[in-house]
């Protein structure tokens, strides 16, 4: 099992370049979220998913949008990068089961520079 | 919407003593409560966790008490090492919607040999 797996591990944007960090998992898990970390900071959660074709807001989704087309795989786009989205972003993925949720794991992360 | 507070932000210990880190959180839902060690660059790794239908849990010389009534959760390393020196998570999971973790701000452990 790789467990979760993003790409890239390091990007740099121009102010208004757009573009997709990748997040896949091969644990089965139904749940996957997105969270970002701001340096010195705790992880503020972007979106998450509950399942394919799902998607919810979380405490910060201004400037980004998610998909779920399959159980594996979640992307998060940055349209119109800006500066306010420097940070390092963290896939995670769980199991939901009866209003519990087991096997929280993160992937290795995004460090994101918006110039 | 939902929090979680953690206390304190630094910690400072002697190398064998022991360090205790403390959160409180607000939606008295909550059912499941992991800490997540994070060394510098790399992602949080899950350390210890606790479900809310059990008071104390220990692994080593990590242990981890809930106190539900109060809506507060503690972490305990004894013993401590260099290598404990890092950040910790606690987090708490919430149901708006679907289960998901809110984290606190992060405690940067520093043990000094």
């Not at chain 1, 998909?67 to 795989?73: A, V």
């Amino acid at each position: 099992n790789a467990g979760v797996t993003q790409t890239p591990k390091f990007r740099i944007l121009k102010i208004g370049q757009s573009m997709t960090l990748q997040c896949t998992q091969d644990m089965n898990h139904n749940y996957m979220y997105w969270y970002r970390q701001d340096p010195g900071m705790g992880l503020k959660l972007i979106y998450y998913s509950v399942g394919a074709g799902i998607t919810d807001k979380g405490e910060v989704p201004n400037g980004y949008n998610v998909s779920r087309s399959t159980t594996e795989d979640f992307p998060l786009r940055l349209e119109l990068a800006a500066p306010s989205q420097t940070s390092v972003y963290f896939c995670a993925s769980s199991y939901g089961f009866r209003g519990q949720i087991y096997g929280y794991t993160f992937g290795s992360g995004t460090r994101l520079t918006v110039v | 919407g939902e929090n979680v507070e953690q206390h304190p932000s630094t910690l400072s210990v002697q190398e064998g003593d022991s360090a205790v880190i403390k959160c409180t959180y607000s939606d008295s839902a909550s059912n499941y409560f992991p800490w997540y060690k994070q060394e510098l660059g790399k992602r949080p790794q899950l350390i210890i966790d606790i479900r809310s239908n059990v008071g104390e849990k220990k692994d080593q010389r990590i242990a981890v008490t809930l106190n539900k009534t109060a809506k507060h959760f503690s972490l305990h390393i004894t013993e401590t090492q260099p290598e404990d020196s890092a950040v910790y998570f606690c987090a708490a999971s919430i149901r708006q919607g679907a289960q998901k973790l809110v984290f606190g701000q992060g405690t940067r452990l520093t043990i000094n040999p």
